[in-house]
Nanobody, 123 residues
Framework: QVQLVESGGGLVQAGGSLRLSCAAG????????MAWFRQAPGKEREFVAA????????TYVDSVKGRFTISRDVAKNTVYLQMNSLKPEDTAVYYC????????????????WGQGTQVTVSS
């Protein structure tokens, strides 16, 4: 049973930074893709970034490129999302997700999800 627990959300002013963490447990993640999604009120859940647990391959949605960085610490079984230069449109609930295999951006392909953490960016 895979467990994903997010933390690090909060309220920040535009231009500020936050680092989200996703503590992963329950099985080895060697071939897994780990991703961050977000969902704003009234909108569909959208892909933000992903990383292969076994290597350094990463993928980002265009709207966060150059501002967000995804990384993982294998020793701590944790995935991070460093978010800089935050904008009000980044306001959403951010979810950590995991799937076996390659990185994809489609929500329905991810098998495991955390409970989400709220990020609010004020203007």
């Amino acid at each position: 049973q895979v467990q994903l627990v997010e933390s690090g959300g909060g309220l920040v002013q535009a231009g500020g930074s936050l680092r989200l963490s996703c503590a992963a447990g329950g099985r080895p993640f060697g071939n897994y893709a780990m991703a961050w999604f977000r969902q704003a009120p009234g909108k569909e859940r959208e892909f933000v970034a992903a990383i292969k647990w076994s290597g350094s391959a990463t993928t980002y949605v265009d709207s966060v490129k150059g501002r967000f960085t995804i990384s993982r610490d294998v020793a701590k079984n944790t995935v991070y999302l460093q978010m800089n230069s935050l904008k009000p449109e980044d306001t959403a609930v951010y979810y950590c997700a995991a799937k076996d295999g390659e990185i994809v951006t489609m929500t329905l392909t991810y098998d495991y999800w955390g409970q989400g953490t709220q990020v609010t960016v004020s203007s």
